[in-house]
């Protein structure tokens, strides 16, 4: 049974923005810790941002750093990551997952996760 869904990939142009969203529809993760994560063709899947439970605290990957932005909206009980000035290094499908914990830190990882949206960047 899935979760968490993700929204809001597609095709963009080097240097554009997307917005995409993770939608917790049945409130499961209300008080927990959510993390964008992604997977390019032949890669690991490698951590992008994260966001406590109440959008308190946020951490990024370096390669995310200035550019993307994590948020939550706990009224609508959804998390965003908002992705600017974009690369074709970004180009992956992006995955939201929820950890146990309400705070990220670097020595856990996520237990639940989504089903992923593609982001496709070209140059």
């Known amino acids: 049974q899935v979760r968490l869904e993700e929204s809001g990939g597609g095709l963009v142009q080097a240097g554009e923005s997307l917005r995409l969203s993770c939608a917790d529809s049945k409130r499961t993760f209300s008080n927990n810790a959510v993390g964008w994560f992604r997977q390019a063709p032949g890669k690991e899947r490698e951590f992008v941002a994260a966001?406590?439970?109440?959008?308190?605290?946020?951490s990024y990957a370096d390669s995310a750093k200035g550019r993307f932005t994590i948020s939550r909206d706990r009224d609508r009980n959804t998390v965003y990551l908002q992705m600017n000035s974009l690369k074709p290094e970004d180009t992956a499908v992006y995955y939201c997952?929820?950890?146990?914990?309400?705070?990220?830190?670097?020595?856990?990882?996520?237990?639940?996760w989504g089903q992923g949206t593609q982001v496709t960047v070209s140059s």
């Open positions: 997952a929820a950890f146990r914990r309400p705070y990220y830190s670097r020595d856990i990882g996520p237990n639940y």
């Open positions: 966001i406590s439970w109440n959008g308190g605290s946020t």
